[in-house]
Nanobody
């Protein structure tokens, strides 16, 4: 059974930075793209960034130039470096394995990690 554990969230002021981490158990990590999503209060979950097994990346327009996704295959871990944070980045952030192009999700969602951007 695949488990996804996200951590690294917190409270940060606008303009600040955070680095999120997601550890994936099982065999799902190495052969699949890994992605970050977020869900703000009252809104649907939305795509943030994806990284393929070979390192190719893609980002939502709202985070391009501010967020960087990376992965460490030896540690089954995917990261999201978030810089120049804005209040609208406030959300619960989740990771998952997915098809890079279709977006099909491969695992159940974890508990997520809360990111709050506020003065």
């Amino acid at each position: 059974q695949v488990q996804l554990v996200e951590f690294g969230g917190g409270l940060v002021q606008p303009g600040g930075s955070l680095r999120l981490s997601c550890v994936a158990s099982g065999s799902i990590f190495n052969s699949n793209a890994m992605a970050w999503y977020r869900q703000a209060p009252g809104k649907e979950r939305e795509f943030v960034a994806v990284i393929g097994s070979g390192g190719r990346t893609n980002y939502a327009d709202s985070v391009k130039g501010r967020f960087t996704i990376s992965r460490d295959n030896a540690k089954n871990t995917v990261y999201l470096q978030m810089n120049s944070l804005k209040p609208e980045d406030t959300a619960v952030y989740y990771c998952n394995a997915r098809d890079f192009y279709s977006g099909r999700i491969y695992a159940s969602w974890g508990q997520g990690t809360q990111v709050t951007v506020s003065p």
